[in-house]
């Protein structure tokens, strides 16, 4: 039974994230910004889908990334890192994917990271 429940999630998931690709795309000076979480890790990527490449892509397994602190602020951290970063690669406007999921918690808090590291969306 849970088995089952548990596919049609995955199967809802998929379906909002074709959902969003649809109207969202990213060009070279505007990347989409894809954040995507797993129950141990969050990831945060800036993508030209033009050109079909990753510009920068960062995650919490990234080198001196502190886990010891809450999820929430974790995420805070990692936009304000791939604000940063994208900064050195020229980027300053960027179009934000949160991939099918709700915005609020940890997706919530990359995207405010991104904004208060200077990033624009």
């Known amino acids: 039974m849970a088995n089952r429940q548990q596919k049609q999630k995955t199967v809802a998931l998929k379906r909002r994230r074709h959902r969003i690709r649809k109207r969202i795309s990213g060009t070279a000076q505007r990347p989409r910004l894809v954040v995507r979480r797993s129950l141990r890790n969050i990831e945060a990527q ?4 033009e050109a079909g490449h990753s510009l920068v892509g960062l995650s919490t397994q990234t080198k ?3 886990k010891s602190v809450p999820r929430i602020e974790q995420g805070r951290e990692l936009g304000k890192m791939i604000a940063s970063k994208a900064q050195e690669c020229g980027v300053e406007k960027v179009v934000f994917d949160r991939a099918g999921l709700i915005y609020h918690g940890v997706i919530r808090a ?5 904004r208060e590291g200077g990033l624009q969306f």
């Open 46 to 49: 800036l993508v030209d889908d």
């Open 64 to 66: 001196g990334f502190d």
């Open 110 to 114: 990359v995207a405010e990271g991104a």
